[in-house]
């Protein structure tokens, strides 16, 4: 008797907190949009597999085709997510050609579920590899789903995605291991020489209109700038000059007057330009891309 | 002592494992977009009926007042979700006048909360209707809230779809029991004679610009194709031919060269027409609703 | 033995329901709009904090820095939701700047996460004050995150409305308490005088068109207008007047024809301008914000 009650408690504790070994947050981000009916679809299969699933979303706004921009919102958002959460990534021009399924686990612990096409370029030097699987889809695929060969999303990415959040098949039943590799997207990356910085604009803070660049805060401090400082800039695309102008450094956007100008450092502390309640994106007609680089240098230099 | 041991077991299994009874789903869909507190509204009221509850949507992005829309986004999602769960659909250009408010059961186990507005078109063929009752807003109707005559969304709708998913009460009580009929809009089905098949454009993958037909799989069978055959394509809009061109069926889009136009099965295993990488529908101005017809035949016929 | 047994179930009883503790719902709300990672980091944060969270949104397109629009929106939802629920509403123009980061706790027991720069304005009004507490940054803030100046959506307000609403601290540890007020926006109150109504156009109902006014329905019954008695409006933008007409009162709708226009108590109970099916906003150029006067009369009178 004193034995079933203890047994029953250990049942009890494994029954009502499974948590306690995995969050089974499953999130997901494409470039399908809100308007249809097919993120309601991939939801739905996800909570087929089980209703204990936390179900989220970082966008479905991701341009159409567009794989730089999912590797940077994936990139954006992922690092605040617990270990063992799971990512389902869709932009997926290839769909049905050679490109690989895959599911990522980096070396901190989380999990990428995505075509093998360059969406995980970013997250794959900044979380590091652990493992990479590609999808075998003889198994990891919804049932009565064969015959169709448009929305992997919906029947291999968001059913596998789910099995492995809801701990239904464990990380080595998604597939064949593979080289632990990721298809990369190349882009300028942050130079520091002879007194100025070298990077690229990967990505505009859309909604305020303000310029983000990859020099992380490590780079920049080579340049030895404090508040207020002035910086000297220059935008290229395609090697050609776009802009070229003076801006304070500054911690905030309240520290100029309004409509001015600033350099600082966003949320994921990289050097970036905004006005202060204005677009500089709009201003000075500067794009994001891989094609994009900006240079930046004290002006007293 | 070891009966209510053995009793404890039982009330605790039930109390821990509600979801073993239903799965509290409750999915919406509307035509209220995101930008305002409608949304929010209504979730708080389902919400307020039970913390339980797992809630959802499919898209609140339906154009306004498109009934047609939302029977089809309704039937493109709902598919994909679990027996018992309950989709609240509001499109309601009739809201205070004479139109029903129904909860329809389909054959399949699932619940839609809606307007009898037509809305309930196409999941009522696809999944079948078990029973269709009458909301009774004497007794399911958000308290406090009488005095509101336009905000059906919120005080009736969700509020009788969230005490349904959570089971607060039974589908017996949403109200009395009506035909199992629902009003149903009128449109083109496939139809295959002398080696073509006429159907309707019920709707366009508008993120990609695919053209979506309602010519299922097995319809289409009937042309015998094969991969790579030409297939003629003519569509009209009013009977006015819009389009005329030869494309080749393809198994996924990169079967054909960058730019080059393709027939295919969608992810509903409908006949579709895309353009690799490209948009059909806007190249060719093509639309969607009931009033688009779509004529296929195999070139060499 | 027994003793044990039943300190089991008061122990069994705590775990499996914190629900009936609290409901842990978090609300979010912001102008950061869905095309980035923004939203998506937030929810990582908060979901990091406890996995037993319910996760929602109001809305996340605010228009950039409208704060008077984030008033309404939180207004229109959150008396929706049930007691304890913490709303997170992120419209912050002058972030880093001197303006408070606080948390209100409503009378009817709500709580709201915001800097306080006037979004507080009308569920101040609504709900009431019960307390004011300014968020402690250097207790409540995300770890390691002390570097960035400019994601304090995520990094305070995410992090403190998670950990506040998963019961991780108290009201009393977001920090010192301050005087039971919030800054106010200034805007035209309904007023009763003379046979005619004065109130505000706080906002438009947009994905339809309809005018809203905050006449609320005690205010408006001064004129005694029954379903179908003409109304005379006149709206000002800036003293300026930019709409004169009648319209009838009707309770919905489909009580008036086709492309008419029509006065009638919203799902707030608020004196609203509509068309049947049609856009009255459009048709007329009325937009909405402090500086728009809406004035109402019998026209016998």
Same mark, same amino acid.
């Given at each position: 008797?004193?034995?079933?009650?203890?047994?029953?408690?250990?049942?009890?504790?494994?029954?009502?907190?499974?948590?306690?070994?995995?969050?089974? &947050?499953?999130?997901?981000?494409?470039?399908?949009?809100?308007?249809?009916?097919?993120?309601?679809?991939?939801?739905?299969?996800?909570?087929? %597999?089980?209703?204990?699933?936390?179900?989220?979303?970082?966008?479905?706004?991701?341009?159409?085709?567009?794989?730089?921009?999912?590797?940077?919102?994936?990139?954006?958002?992922?690092?605040?997510?617990?270990?063992?959460?799971?990512?389902?990534?869709?932009?997926?021009? !290839?769909?049905?050609?050679?490109?690989?399924?895959?599911?990522?686990?980096?070396?901190?612990?989380?999990? #990428?579920?995505?075509?093998?096409?360059?969406?995980?370029?970013?997250?794959?030097?900044?979380?590091?590899?652990?493992?990479?699987?590609?999808?075998?889809?003889?198994?990891?695929?919804?049932?009565?789903?064969?015959?169709?060969?448009?929305?992997?999303?919906?029947? #291999?990415?968001?059913?596998?995605?789910?099995?492995?959040?809801?701990?239904?098949? &464990?990380?080595?039943?998604? !597939?064949?291991?593979?080289?632990?590799?990721?298809?990369?997207?190349?882009?300028?990356?942050?130079?520091?020489?002879? !007194?100025?910085?070298?990077?690229?604009?990967?990505?505009?803070?859309?909604?305020?209109?303000?310029?983000?660049?990859?020099?992380?805060?490590?780079?920049?401090?080579?340049?030895?700038?404090?508040?207020?400082?002035?910086?000297?800039?220059?935008?290229?695309?395609?090697? %050609?000059?776009?802009?070229?102008?003076?801006?304070?450094?500054?911690?905030?956007?309240?520290?100029?007057?309004?409509?001015?100008?600033?350099?600082?450092?966003?949320?994921?502390?990289?050097?970036?330009? !905004?006005?202060?309640?204005?677009?500089?994106?709009?201003?000075?007609?500067?794009?994001?891309?891989?094609?994009?680089?900006?240079?930046?240098?004290?002006?007293?230099?």
């Amino acid at each position: 008797m004193r034995l079933l009650n203890i047994l029953s408690w250990f049942i009890f504790l494994g029954l009502c907190f499974p948590s306690l070994a995995q969050h089974k &947050a499953l999130v997901f981000q494409s470039d399908f949009g809100l308007k249809d009916g097919a993120v309601g679809a991939m939801k739905g299969v996800a909570f087929s %597999v089980s209703d204990d699933l936390r179900i989220f979303d970082i966008t479905h706004e991701i341009p159409v085709y567009n794989i730089w921009e999912a590797a940077y919102r994936l990139n954006q958002a992922a690092p605040y997510w617990p270990t063992g959460t799971v990512f389902v990534s869709i932009v997926d021009p !290839g769909v049905g050609s050679d490109r690989k399924s895959v599911v990522l686990k980096t070396k901190s612990g989380q999990f #990428v579920v995505s075509p093998d096409n360059g969406t995980l370029t970013l997250i794959a030097e900044s979380l590091g590899i652990e493992e990479v699987r590609e999808i075998d889809e003889a198994k990891n695929r919804l049932k009565n789903s064969e015959q169709s060969y448009t929305f992997h999303g919906r029947d #291999v990415y968001a059913y596998t995605g789910a099995r492995l959040a809801a701990g239904v098949i &464990a990380f080595e039943e998604v !597939g064949p291991k593979l080289k632990p590799e990721v298809v990369r997207l190349t882009y300028q990356k942050p130079v520091y020489k002879n !007194g100025e910085i070298r990077g690229n604009i990967p990505v505009l803070d859309i909604q305020y209109g303000n310029v983000w660049t990859n020099i992380d805060n490590k780079t920049f401090q080579n340049l030895q700038v404090r508040n207020g400082d002035p910086l000297q800039v220059k935008i290229y695309h395609e090697n %050609v000059l776009v802009y070229e102008g003076k801006v304070p450094f500054a911690k905030t956007f309240s520290d100029v007057p309004k409509d001015k100008e600033l350099g600082y450092l966003n949320s994921l502390l990289n050097f970036s330009l !905004g006005i202060n309640t204005g677009s500089f994106s709009n201003r000075y007609k500067i794009q994001s891309g891989a094609d994009w680089v900006i240079v930046i240098r004290k002006n007293d230099q």
